[in-house]
Antibody, heavy 120, light 109 residues
Framework: VQLLESGGGLVQPGGSLRLSCAAS????????MSWVRQAPGKGLEWVSA????????YYADSVKGRFTISRDNSKNTLYLQMNSLRAEDTAVYYC??????????????WGQGTLVTVSS | QSALTQPRSVSGSPGQSVTISCTGT?????????VSWYQQDPGKVPKLMIY???KRPSGVPDRFSGSKSGNTASLTISGLQAEDEADYYC?????????FGGGTKLTVL
C-alpha cells in the first residue's frame, strides 16, 4: 500500500488549496479514506473521511462548510478541497487508508503528509 | 466535538508497565467499542497499535494491550522498552465523526 499526498504549500488567509492523495496497492474504491491533520508541535486532529462503496462524506465541525472531501475511483485518488483557509488550518495533512469500508474503522497506513501553511 | 482527554505525559523504567488513560463521554468512548490507539515517533507517521478497544494488528508486540471501562479507555504497555518512547494517541468513533485524544508523551527513564 502506498499513499502519496501532494498539493500543500503557502496560501494567504481566505485562500483555497486542493490536496491530492494518490493511492496504490489495494482496491481503492472499497476502502474508506481519511484526512487527519497535525498542527506544528500539536496533536492529531481528524478532519474528514469518505466511505468506501457509497462515498458518504463526514467532517469535523472545525472544517464543515469550508472543506470538501472527494475521491476519483478511476484514478485511485483522494482529494481535499480547502476553501476560506484560516491561520489555524496550518498543519501537516495526512492521507490515511481505512481498514474497512466504514469511515470510522481504524486507519492504517498513513501517508507521509503534506504541509499547508496559511499566512499573509 | 471535544477531544478525548489523555494525560500529557507518563514515564516508566525499562521492564516496568505503564498505562495511558483516555477519557471521553457516553457519546464516544463509552458508547462504542471502537477505540483505537496510535503510536507516533518524533518526525514519523502515526502507527496503529490497538483497534476495537483491545485488538492488536499483526506485528504489534503483545506487550501492548487495550481495555475500556465506562467512558475511559486505557493502553497498557508491559515490559517497557526504550523503543516504546513516543507519543500515543487514542481515537474513538463518536456516531457521526471521529475524535482523537490530545496525545500522551511516553518517556522511558
Amino acid at each position: 500500500v502506498q499513499l502519496l499526498e501532494s498539493g500543500g504549500g503557502l496560501v494567504q488567509p481566505g485562500g483555497s488549496l486542493r490536496l491530492s492523495c494518490a493511492a496504490s496497492g489495494f482496491t481503492f474504491s472499497t476502502y474508506a479514506m481519511s484526512w487527519v491533520r497535525q498542527a506544528p508541535g500539536k496533536g492529531l486532529e481528524w478532519v474528514s473521511a469518505i466511505s468506501g462503496g457509497d462515498d458518504s462524506t463526514y467532517y469535523a465541525d472545525s472544517v464543515k462548510g469550508r472543506f470538501t472531501i472527494s475521491r476519483d475511483n478511476s484514478k485511485n485518488t483522494l482529494y481535499l478541497q480547502m476553501n476560506s483557509l484560516r491561520a489555524e488550518d496550518t498543519a501537516v495533512y495526512y492521507c490515511a487508508k481505512g481498514t474497512g469500508g466504514n469511515y470510522w474503522r481504524p486507519i492504517e497506513p498513513w501517508g507521509q503528509g503534506t504541509l499547508v501553511t496559511v499566512s499573509s | 466535538q471535544s477531544a478525548l482527554t489523555q494525560p500529557r505525559s507518563v514515564s516508566g523504567s525499562p521492564g516496568q508497565s505503564v498505562t495511558i488513560s483516555c477519557t471521553g463521554t457516553s457519546s464516544d468512548v463509552g458508547g462504542y467499542n471502537y477505540v483505537s490507539w496510535y503510536q507516533q515517533d518524533p518526525g514519523k507517521v502515526p502507527k496503529l497499535m490497538i483497534y476495537d478497544v483491545s485488538k492488536r494488528p499483526s506485528g504489534v508486540p503483545d506487550r501492548f494491550s487495550g481495555s475500556k471501562s465506562g467512558n475511559t479507555a486505557s493502553l497498557t504497555i508491559s515490559g517497557l522498552q526504550a523503543e516504546d518512547e513516543a507519543d500515543y494517541y487514542c481515537c474513538s468513533y463518536a456516531g457521526s465523526y471521529v475524535v482523537f485524544g490530545g496525545g500522551t508523551k511516553l518517556t522511558v527513564l
